[in-house]
């Protein structure tokens, strides 16, 4: 099994950077996804990013894609979402997420995904 704790979150100034970390344990295959989601009280989790653990698959939600990029670390079995160009619409509980395969068509997916950790919060202020 997975097991994923993010880090990383906090409270920052629109304009300003944050870097998510989401440090992953047990067994991991190239073909992994590794997902970034994000969560506000009463709205469903969305999705942000995406990647294949040997990186070379990367997708993003539109709302993200040129601010936001997701890496992975594999001699730290870290991942990371560095976010730039924070907008108070930024602000939501990020999930880090994993699952056994990737596609286009799932990695998306929040349901895709079998491996969660619990979240981190980041709150963008104007």
């Known amino acids: 099994q997975v097991q994923l704790v993010e880090s990383g979150g906090g409270s920052v100034q629109a304009g300003g950077s944050l870097r998510l970390s989401c440090a992953a344990s047990?067994?991991?295959?190239?073909?992994?996804?590794m997902g970034w989601f994000r969560q506000t009280p009463g709205k469903e989790r969305e999705f942000v990013a995406a990647t294949r653990w040997s990186g070379d698959r990367i997708y993003y939600a539109d709302s993200v894609k040129g601010r936001f990029t997701i890496s992975r670390d594999n001699a730290k079995n870290t991942v990371y979402l560095q976010m730039t160009s924070l907008k108070p619409g930024d602000t939501a509980t990020y999930y880090c997420?994993?699952?056994?395969?990737?596609?286009?068509?799932?990695?998306?997916?929040?349901?895709?995904?079998?491996?969660w950790g619990q979240g981190t919060q980041v709150t963008v202020s104007s």
């Open positions: 047990g067994p991991t295959f190239s073909a992994y996804s």
């Open positions: 997420a994993a699952a056994t395969s990737f596609g286009p068509a799932t990695a998306t997916l929040a349901g895709f995904y079998p491996y």
